[in-house]
């Protein structure tokens, strides 16, 4: 299935995330004009499991995310929804066409690349390499990463020694399967979903008692994410390096780290797709957008970092954004 026709998904509900939809879609289309894909824009609909209607009812977004021919597309939380919204990119995927390939990006993300010359092989599916080692947080009296690990292997009926990158050292993480979940791809996304759904849903409702004293919020979606490419027959290496994350996709989370750590280029796209007056108007009713993008607010945070010498973990860069008084989300 390698070089197969393929589509496109992110999440967009209220607040937020329509606005970054609206960029990503701005992305897609400035960046990779051989995409012959549908770009979908999944939205949860209003329902039992939230206290609010997450939907997107924004008329002026919602024009502009059909003006760059993204398609809305609703879904139902049965499982998820307000307490766990990570849990959209999982369900929202049982609504995807069945038996074609897909991407699923987080919202927070810019094509920055065309995106038709990434070589996915959605036969051997994986995810985003640009993460830390959030998860697990072995405890003193044990088990560590491997107990850890191999319960959920175990669970379900995985094969956890052929997971392992025998390269790293034993109770390091990144001897074991981790992903971001700021991107994944699969060959069918009803399947790769059903899979994904019963694997978080086993996990939450009744984890493994070696998971006792790990938090699952809001690491759950990052926890399964590796079982579930591992069972499909994909893996850390699936993808040549270089091209999401790198030259076609950049997953910047939160404005100010755009500013903070992100390339020049990254930048420059950034201004250029959200200069044109009918992108501007939408975006400037978004208040982050508006003082960090239009007033200026970004080049301030920039200002404040060397791109070569950043600080290691991420966590020292919000702090010292916060203490400028620049942190907005």
């Not at 939230?50 to 809305?72: F, G, M, T, Y």
């Not at 399964?224 to 290496?237: K, N, Q, S």
Request: a neutral charge; glycine letters at 8%.
């Amino acid at each position: 299935m390698a070089n197969a026709p393929f589509n496109v998904m992110i999440t967009g509900q209220a607040g937020r995330l329509q606005y970054e939809a609206v960029l990503f879609a701005a992305s897609l289309r400035r960046c990779s004009p051989g995409f012959s894909g549908r770009l979908f824009v999944a939205v949860p609909q209003p329902g039992p499991l939230w206290d609010k209607d997450p939907s997107i009812r924004n008329p002026e977004v919602l024009q502009a995310l059909a003006e760059l021919d993204a398609e809305i597309l609703p879904f139902e939380n049965k499982v998820f929804g307000a307490a766990y919204p990570y849990g959209n990119k999982i369900e929202a995927l049982q609504a995807l066409p069945e038996g074609e390939p897909f991407v699923f990006f987080d919202t927070d993300t810019l094509i920055t690349g065309e995106l038709a010359e990434v070589p996915f092989d959605f036969s051997r599916p994986s995810a985003s390499l640009r993460v830390e080692g959030t998860w697990p947080e072995p405890t003193l009296y044990g088990p560590g990463y491997t107990g850890i690990w191999q319960s959920l292997y175990t669970r379900f009926g995985l094969d956890f020694p052929s997971s392992l990158d025998l390269s790293q050292p034993d109770e390091y993480w990144k001897r074991y399967l981790y992903f971001n979940a700021g991107f994944f791809y699969g060959a069918c996304p009803r399947a790769f979903g059903a899979r994904f759904l019963a694997y978080a849903q086993s996990v939450r409702d009744d984890p493994p008692a070696e998971l006792t004293g790990q938090s699952l919020d809001p690491w759950l979606d990052q926890i399964v994410l590796p079982l579930v490419i591992h069972a499909f027959g994909g893996g850390r290496d699936a993808l040549p390096p270089g091209y999401l994350d790198g030259g076609t996709s950049c997953h910047y989370r939160l404005f100010p780290l755009l500013y903070a750590r992100e390339s020049d280029r990254v930048v420059e796209l950034l201004h250029e797709i959200t200069a044109p007056n009918r992108i501007k108007k939408v975006l400037k009713a978004y208040e982050p957008i508006k003082r960090i993008v239009y007033q200026g607010r970004g080049a301030k945070v920039r200002a404040l970092f060397d791109r070569e010498n950043l600080p290691r973990r991420e966590q020292a860069i919000r702090n010292r954004i916060k203490k400028e008084g620049f942190w907005m989300r």
